[in-house]
C-alpha cells in the first residue's frame, strides 16, 4: 500500500544548478506534505513543509511546490550544493496533534563539484 | 539545538531473544513514535504515543511489540522474541507544539537509529 510514492530512486546534478525532487500521493485526506533530509547513520532530518491549502512554500534555497489536482508536490533547490548529498524523503501526515508521517521510499540526491 | 538519543546504537541477537531499545525524546515533547527501516525500504509506522498510551499503531506492531515510557524521559521498544524479519533500523521520534511557521505540520524529530540484526 504505497500512499506516498517516490518513483525515481537516484538523481545526479551539477553543483550550483537546480535539483528537482518529485513525489505522488494516492490519499487525498492528507492535510500535510513534508520533506526530510537523511544522510548515512542518522535520522531524517526535517526541511520543508507545506500545508494542502497552499501550492508553495519557500525556505531560502528549498521551495515545495504543490499540485493537488495532479496529487504531485516537488522540492526544487538552488542552488545546489556537494552539502546537499543525501537520501531525500516524501512524508504525509493528516491534521490530528500526534498525525503519524506516512514516508515514501527515498531518492538519492548526489550533487557533483 | 535538542535532540533525540537511542541506545544502543547497533545490537546483534539470536532469533528468539528479547530486545529492548531505547529513546531518549525531547523534553518537552508530548508525542512519541517508533519507525523502522528495513534495509532498501521505506521508512514505516510502527506506532505512537501520548498521554501514557498508544494513540496508533500499525499491522505491523502486532503482540511481539511494546512500549513503555518507565521514568517519564526514557520511551522503550520491545520486541518480544525477535524473528530474522525484525532486523532494521528502528527510529525513535518525538513531537510538540506545532509552530505556524512551519505551516502547522506535526513536524517529527528523529533520533539516529538503532540497527538491529537478528541472527
Known amino acids: 500500500d504505497q500512499q506516498v510514492k517516490q518513483n525515481s530512486p537516484s538523481l545526479s546534478v551539477q553543483e550550483g544548478r537546480i535539483s528537482i525532487l518529485n513525489c505522488d500521493y494516492t490519499n487525498s485526506m492528507f492535510d500535510y506534505f513534508l520533506w526530510y533530509k537523511k544522510y548515512p547513520a542518522e535520522g531524517p532530518t526535517f526541511l520543508i513543509s507545506?500545508?494542502?491549502?497552499?501550492d508553495k512554500n519557500e525556505d531560502g534555497r528549498f521551495t515545495v511546490f504543490l499540485n493537488k489536482s495532479a496529487k504531485h508536490l516537488s522540492l526544487h533547490i538552488v542552488p545546489s550544493q556537494p552539502g546537499d548529498s543525501a537520501v531525500y524523503f516524501c512524508a504525509a501526515s493528516g491534521d490530528g496533534a500526534n498525525s503519524k508521517l506516512t514516508f515514501g521510499k527515498g531518492i538519492t540526491l548526489s550533487v557533483r563539484p | 539545538e535538542p535532540e533525540v538519543t537511542q541506545t544502543p546504537s547497533h545490537q546483534v541477537t539470536q532469533m528468539g531473544q528479547e530486545v529492548i531499545l531505547r529513546c531518549v525524546p525531547i523534553?518537552?515533547?508530548?508525542?512519541f513514535y517508533w519507525y523502522r527501516q528495513i534495509l532498501g525500504q521505506k521508512v514505516e509506522f510502527l506506532v505512537s504515543f501520548y498521554n501514557n498510551e498508544i494513540s496508533e499503531k500499525s499491522e505491523i506492531f502486532d503482540d511481539q511489540f511494546s512500549v513503555e515510557r518507565p521514568d517519564g524521559s526514557n520511551f522503550t521498544l520491545k520486541i518480544r522474541s525477535t524473528k530474522l524479519e525484525d532486523s532494521a533500523m528502528y527510529f525513535c521520534a518525538s513531537s510538540g507544539y506545532r509552530s505556524p511557521k512551519l505551516s502547522g505540520a506535526n513536524v517529527l524529530t528523529f533520533g539516529a537509529g538503532s540497527r538491529l540484526t537478528v541472527l
Open positions: 523534553s518537552n515533547h508530548l508525542y
Open positions: 507545506i500545508s494542502s491549502i497552499k
